[in-house]
């Protein structure tokens, strides 16, 4: 579950899917298509939708509310920073953000909105790029890291995070949980959203734990417009297990940015890990 018809064409960890999630992956996506072919110029002119979806301040202001208590007087780094939707304003609270970001286009959108001396940006896979100096704060949003599309390159993601905290520094990683428990034997798919116009699928790999999002829009005519976009999906447990191969313990998870408990019925997850403080046990 991945993308938000409140959105531009899926939504926050309580709404749980957005029909564009940020770039910042690498490898081989659906039908061979590279992740920064599909983050092209025209997913980032649609990418923002000011004042309602994933921009909506009821999602966007918990968000920056709960990320700048985190960083406190340190620096934050941004995983597929995309746009800018969560930097700027992060940024404008007074928190020092770089960002990384694979697709260009996306970065071309954010430079239309603040300079290269307000959040600077390093182009590359956030798997693997190195951004200059340290930081008390990174974090990766709206089920981003499920762009990468195999177990190793989402253990480097977690590797790659930890190479750039200080000791104490926190990862924060926004996800969706599988939705496995609506599919019943023999069926291979879930529509997470239906209203007028619009239709969003999952379908689902459940031996590579594979799942790609379909978004069917369409008008009162014949045809409808199809956008897909694939993923890995990754049970909480696991993502806590990829924590731990790169150093981190789990410090809370929340059901979504405004800290409500994560129950079994949580549809998605905002998750926090932090590295030890020198000489503390784990």
């Known amino acids: 579950m991945l993308l938000d018809e409140t959105s531009a064409v899926k939504g926050s960890a309580g709404?749980?899917?957005?029909?564009?999630?940020?770039?910042?992956?690498?490898?081989?996506?659906?039908?061979?298509?590279q992740q920064d072919e599909i983050w092209d110029d025209d997913a980032a002119q649609r990418y923002d939708t000011p004042g309602t979806g994933m921009f909506a301040p009821e999602v966007l202001t918990p968000t920056v509310d709960l990320l700048a208590g985190l960083a406190g007087d340190g620096r934050a780094l941004e995983f597929a920073i995309g746009t800018g939707r969560v930097a700027i304003p992060l940024a404008a609270r007074g928190v020092p953000v770089t960002g990384i970001e694979l697709a260009?286009?996306?970065?071309?959108?954010?430079?239309?909105?603040?300079d290269e001396e307000t959040i600077p940006?390093?182009?590359g896979d956030m798997a693997t790029a190195v951004a200059p100096g340290s930081y008390a704060l990174v974090y990766l949003v709206y089920n981003t890291i499920s762009n990468l599309l195999t177990q190793a390159e989402q253990v480097d993601c977690f590797r790659n995070a930890a190479r750039?905290?200080?000791?104490?520094?926190?990862?924060?990683?926004?996800?969706?949980?599988?939705?496995?428990?609506?599919l019943p034997p023999g069926q291979a798919a879930t529509v997470w959203h239906c209203e007028p116009a619009y239709i969003g699928l999952?379908?689902?790999d459940v031996v590579h734990q594979q799942v790609v999002s379909h978004h069917f829009r369409f008008d009162e005519g014949r045809q409808a417009q199809l956008y897909r976009t694939p993923h890995r999906y990754i049970?909480?447990?696991?993502?806590?297990?990829?924590?731990?191969?790169?150093g981190f313990e789990l410090e809370a998870r929340y059901a979504d940015w405004t800290g409500a408990e994560f129950t079994a019925d949580s549809r998605s997850h905002v998750s926090v890990y932090r590295l030890p403080l020198p000489g503390t046990s784990r």
């Open 15 to 33: 709404s749980g899917r957005k029909w564009l999630d940020n770039a910042g992956a690498r490898g081989p996506t659906f039908a061979g298509m």
């Open 104 to 114: 260009r286009p996306m970065v071309g959108q954010l430079r239309r909105k603040v």
């Open 121 to 123: 940006v390093i182009l």
């Open 164 to 182: 750039h905290l200080t000791p104490g520094g926190r990862f924060v990683v926004e996800l969706w949980v599988p939705e496995l428990r609506k």
């Open 202 to 204: 999952d379908t689902y």
């Open 235 to 246: 049970w909480p447990a696991e993502l806590d297990l990829m924590g731990q191969l790169a």
